[in-house]
Every structure is written in structure tokens, then in C-alpha cells.
């Protein structure tokens, strides 16, 4: 990996170039064992020797993605990690975000290829390369061509309705992929929905989504007595009904 772009994603790094102290040991993420053992279990770990970061693609309030190569196919993902300054529950929330992802398997949910931690202090959140961008991005740049005026033409408007209704049917499905598996998204936009390069639409930051059913259980817990494993049980790999 290049230094410029440790420099990008690494605070202490940083800090140590500009004191001159590049000798300093690597500060690895620290993440907890239990969800090591989660991610090690879907052999989603990947060492940072088999990511090539390339350009920056997107930013969003506490992420910036980069499009990069992954290991010996040098196949095209995109990686995700958090920005500027972070303190370590923000990188624990981050690993957790990666692990509801690893636990969807939807056409249209954002899915997990990997994590990277041993790259810094940040961990990488490896996922698939959406090579038309966010679903704002498409609706800016369509304006002209989904924006029904009095002089659009018939053929025109019919194009125009079953394109919206793609979108639109696509992002209703993951919603309620989600939904059947209880879980809150808390940020769907436009900006948070991506477009691959077949018009595929994912759904994806899950930075604030909420699992509900963990959420219920927990306020259950204190009348019921369940025990946190066994009621813990979504079972997020099956697709809805
Ligand atoms: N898989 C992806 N492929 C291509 N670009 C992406 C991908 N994921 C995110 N981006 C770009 O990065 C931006 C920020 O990503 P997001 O996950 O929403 O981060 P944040 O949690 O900071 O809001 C998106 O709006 C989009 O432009
Ligand atoms: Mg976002």
C-alpha cells in the first residue's frame, strides 16, 4: 500500500510524519474478541497486503470510500473507512456495521465481501464496487430525462414511468428484505442507494440502522429471562417469502 494513502486514512500516522517520528509501531484496530471471532467465522478477515487502494469515490458524514483492487484477481470493490478524527466506540460502531452486512444476503441490500483491520487504527469495510454511483448522483445527472414536462412525448413518459418504477420496486424489495428481518435502516436516501454497473440498486450504509428485534429482546429480557444467545437467533441468510 502507498504511504499517501495510509496518510489518507490514519490519524496517527500522520501525527507521526509531522513530529518526525516514523518509527512509531503501527496502531492495529482494536475490535473485540467476540466479534473477531464472527468475522474470522465467515472468513471475512483479508490483510491489508491484498488491498490496493485507488481513487476516492465518496464521502458521506463519517465514511470515505475508496475504489480499490482486492488480492491476486485484482478484482474492483470498494473499501470503506472512516474519516478525520475518531474516538475507539466510533470504530467499534463501524466493525458492527460491517457485521450486519456480512449477515445480508439480498439482491438489493449492500452485502459484505470482507474487513480489513490490520491496515491502521480505522478498520476497511470491503464491499462491491457500485460503478454508477449513488442513486442522487443518477437522479441529478437524468434530471432532463425523468422530469415529465407538459411537452414530453408519450413513448418518452413510458420510458421515463418504468425506469422510476425499477428504481422504485428495486429499494421496496431490500426495505423489506430488511424489514422481514427486523431491521430499522434509519437513513434510507438516495444518496445512501447504489447503482452497479447493470442498474443493480443496493441499499447500503447501516451506519445508524437498528437492529429491532436485539432492541426488543433486550426490553423483554428484564420480564422474560430469555438468555441473550438463544434469543438472538435472526436468521438474516434466508431470503423473504
Ligand atoms: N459500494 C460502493 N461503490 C461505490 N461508491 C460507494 C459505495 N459505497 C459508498 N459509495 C460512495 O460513498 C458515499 C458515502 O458512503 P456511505 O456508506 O453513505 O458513507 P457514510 O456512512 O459516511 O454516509 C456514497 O454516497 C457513495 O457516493
Ligand atoms: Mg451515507
Redo the contacts with the bound molecule.
Keep these: 500500500m502507498l504511504m499517501h494513502q495510509l496518510l489518507a486514512t490514519n490519524p496517527y500516522m500522520s501525527t507521526g510524519l509531522n513530529t518526525g517520528l516514523l518509527q512509531v509501531p503501527w496502531p492495529r484496530t482494536r475490535v473485540p474478541s467476540h466479534h473477531m471471532r464472527e468475522l474470522a467465522r465467515g472468513k471475512f478477515l483479508v490483510k491489508s497486503e491484498d488491498i490496493t487502494l485507488l481513487d476516492s469515490?465518496?464521502?458521506?458524514?463519517?465514511?470515505v470510500?475508496y475504489k480499490a483492487r482486492l488480492g491476486l484477481s485484482k478484482r474492483v470493490v470498494?473499501v470503506?473507512t472512516l474519516k478525520g478524527e475518531f474516538v475507539q466506540v466510533e470504530v467499534d460502531k463501524f466493525v458492527e456495521e460491517s457485521l450486519k452486512m456480512s449477515r445480508f444476503k439480498h439482491a438489493h441490500v449492500?452485502g459484505l465481501i470482507g474487513v480489513c483491520l490490520d491496515a491502521g487504527s480505522a478498520p476497511y469495510i470491503i464491499?462491491?464496487?457500485?460503478a454508477n454511483?449513488?442513486l442522487l448522483?443518477y437522479l441529478k445527472r437524468e434530471r432532463n430525462n425523468i422530469v415529465v414536462l407538459d411537452e414530453t412525448d408519450e413513448d418518452e413518459l413510458g420510458e421515463v414511468r418504468k425506469r422510476l418504477m425499477v428504481i422504485c420496486s428495486q429499494i421496496a424489495s431490500g426495505m423489506e428484505y430488511l424489514a422481514a428481518n427486523k431491521y430499522v435502516h434509519r437513513d434510507l436516501a438516495a444518496?445512501?442507494c447504489?447503482i452497479d454497473a447493470h442498474f443493480v440498486i443496493k441499499i447500503?450504509?447501516f451506519?445508524l440502522s437498528e437492529d429491532v428485534f436485539e432492541r426488543n429482546y433486550f426490553r423483554q429480557d428484564s420480564s422474560s429471562g430469555e438468555s441473550g444467545e438463544a434469543a438472538h437467533q435472526v436468521d438474516v441468510s434466508r431470503e423473504p417469502q
Design positions: 469515490i465518496g464521502e458521506g458524514e463519517f465514511g470510500v470498494a470503506k449492500m464491499m462491491p464496487y457500485m454511483g449513488s448522483k444518496r445512501n447504489m447500503t450504509d451506519g
